[in-house]
């Protein structure tokens, strides 16, 4: 299993990004497929996710209204639509993947794509 995370860069802030996340070696449709970030000296946290079965999405509060999760399960990707970005959202952001079982941990992780939103 791969996951591969793209579309970071340097932005300003109240710019947009789109981050994508290819999945290979699962089928996206079955899993629970997420987004978290790790800004520099901070612990790694959750952003969003989205349900393989049912798309349902889920966010940390810093971003509802701002960040949009969306998967094309035909195609094994993921999206995380970023808009007004804000310095604080600068982080490394990482691909996740997680089995449909509530009690599943998040079991795959692609390398981070850095964010930069400068002032």
């Known amino acids: 299993v791969q996951l591969q995370a793209s579309g970071g860069g340097v932005v300003q802030a109240g710019d947009s990004l789109r981050l994508s996340c290819e999945a290979s070696?699962?089928?996206?449709?079955?899993?629970?497929m997420g987004w978290f970030r790790q800004a520099p000296g901070k612990e790694r946290e959750f952003v969003a996710r989205?349900?393989?079965?049912?798309?349902?999405?889920n966010y940390t509060d810093s971003v509802k209204g701002r960040f949009t999760i969306s998967r094309d399960n035909a195609e094994n990707m993921v999206y995380l639509q970023m808009n007004s970005l804000k310095p604080e959202d600068t982080a490394l952001y990482y691909c996740?993947?997680?089995?449909?079982?509530?009690?599943?941990?998040?079991?795959?992780w692609g390398k981070g794509t850095l964010v930069t939103v400068s002032s």
């Open positions: 996740a993947a997680k089995p449909l079982s509530l009690s599943a941990k998040w079991k795959y």
């Open positions: 070696g699962l089928l996206a449709v079955r899993y629970t």
């Open positions: 989205i349900r393989g079965s049912d798309g349902i999405t």
